[in-house]
């Protein structure tokens, strides 16, 4: 038996217990029946109304930023998330906003979109900007899921197209589109949401628990043999995807050069296990290093990461983003290496 057919037959036996001790409770036949059914169902009643709190707790108070199918992170989506009208986490922008001020612009992906962080203000752009002051307007132009191409892509055809400063945020799945280039990716296999039992798809409380228990009880297939990260790492290791990848970068690097603009790069290594990440970060670094840019426009992260709590530096358990905490950190670092000194 599947975990969603026994969560559903569970349930619906719950409910039909209740009506069971409900028609006991009532019948006239059976005096001690009627007795019992009356104790059994007081305690009954008890177990339903803390299973309804508990629903509407799931339901109106608790948002997670975690898996994105369940409920809960739905949740999270509507209270936290609101794009503009360019589909950016960020305010609206005009040209007027922008006039006589130093420009910034901020590309990555979901790292510099702030996913995990409730409050886009908590974001390191966010606080960069307040920062920076009112001389710059930081313009935050990442989306989540936004290899190197497209955020060249981004750069190129979104208003400021050249800006004075490009901040680039560079996390290490950034190499996934040169890997589908070549028909190589990492997939797993996860229900769709759709077809799960209405009660699964309906109640909070059994979306909660169906997914907390998931990865528990369920081996997750996959279209590697080892760990996402695993797969990661052997990417980044295969020469003709790497030298792909690596043309992106410098396409990149290119127009930025183009358009005269000041670029500085702050890469995010494996939040996870950021040791063991270092070739990876350094492998990218170098691509930078290559072309001029030196410590005073490059940060890397591993050290940073590996030095704070495992259990503070992301979002939750359920997602590895950077937490509100460290990406205020590393708002104050980038203002401190790179823009605390000028003028």
Not at 65 to 83: E, I, K, M, V
Not at 242 to 263: G, M
Request: glycine share 6%; charged share 20%.
């Amino acid at each position: 038996m599947s975990l969603a057919t026994a969560l559903s037959a569970l349930a619906a036996g719950f409910f039909i217990v209740g009506l069971l001790f409900i028609v006991l409770a009532v019948q006239g036949r059976w005096r001690r029946v009627r007795t019992i059914a009356r104790s059994l169902l007081v305690s009954y009643v008890t177990i339903a109304v803390l299973l309804l709190i508990a629903e509407g707790v799931l339901r109106y108070s608790y948002a997670d930023s975690g898996w994105s199918f369940t409920l809960a992170h739905q949740n999270w989506q509507a209270r936290y998330w609101h794009p503009n009208s360019s589909g950016f986490r960020d305010r609206e922008w005009s040209p007027e906003d922008w006039e006589d001020k130093t420009t910034l612009v901020i590309l990555g992906d979901s790292f510099a979109s702030g996913w995990g962080v409730n409050d886009p203000a908590d974001r390191f752009g966010n606080v960069l900007a307040a920062l920076l002051g009112d001389a710059y307007a930081v313009i935050n132009h990442a989306k989540p899921g936004q290899s190197t191409p497209q955020q060249l892509t981004t750069l190129e055809s979104t208003p400021p197209e050249e800006p004075d400063i490009v901040l680039l945020q560079y996390f290490l799945n950034d190499i996934e589109l040169a890997s589908a280039s070549v028909s190589r990716f990492w997939d797993a296999e996860f229900p769709d949401p759709r077809t799960l039992p209405w009660i699964i798809q309906e109640s909070h409380l059994v979306n909660f628990i169906y997914w907390r228990l998931y990865p528990l009880t369920t081996t997750i297939n996959t279209t590697f043999e080892g760990s996402y990260w695993d797969w990661q790492y052997e990417t980044y290791d295969n020469a003709t995807i790497w030298e792909i990848h690596r043309q992106q970068i410098e396409a990149l690097i290119d127009y930025v050069e183009s358009i005269d603009a000041e670029l500085y790069v702050v890469i995010f290594p494996n939040m996870e296990d950021p040791v063991g990440s270092i070739p990876y970060v350094d492998r990218v670094k170098f691509v930078f290093e290559d072309r001029g840019y030196g410590p005073d426009h490059i940060m890397t992260l591993y050290d940073e990461v590996a030095a704070w709590d495992p259990a503070e530096v992301v979002a939750s358990p359920r997602d590895a983003h950077p937490s509100a905490a460290f990406h205020r950190y590393v708002g104050e670092l980038l203002y401190q290496r790179f823009f605390a000194n000028e003028g």
